[in-house]
């Protein structure tokens, strides 16, 4: 994989084999903000690739190269992990069969549970482009507390 100052850059081979696949089953809009993708968008990893390491189809997305340069190595607010994580699962299973690529959903949701967990209350997050929110987990989601 090619990287950039720390940053792995998930639209490099073998990335480009899970674009044309993804855009497929969950359509050629942005991930985070549903613009149009372009043929070559980023594929972008939800939990940064910097902090967790998970190239699962379960933590890989389509994303345009505007959310994709903002977000960068930002950890997303917990409402965009719960979106990717509320994908179709099986679908994610077919594409995972079809590919030769791990849906990895289980260790996506373990990952996102260790660190938000360990992050204190009032640390930023990612929220789209130019926006971030501070994290608070007085009303924790189903992955926070979901038992793999």
Known sequence: MSREVGVRVACSPPFAAVREPLKDAFGDRCFYC?????????VDHVLPWSLVGIDGLANLVGSCTRCNGDKLNSLPTPAIVDRVLARDRAVLEELAVDLEWPTQYDRVVSAARGIYLSRPD???????????????LAYPTWWLTYST
């Open 122 to 136: 009032g640390s930023p997050t990612w929220a789209g482009v130019r926006s971030s929110q501070r994290l608070d």
């Open 34 to 42: 549903d613009a149009v993708l372009p043929i070559d968008n980023p």
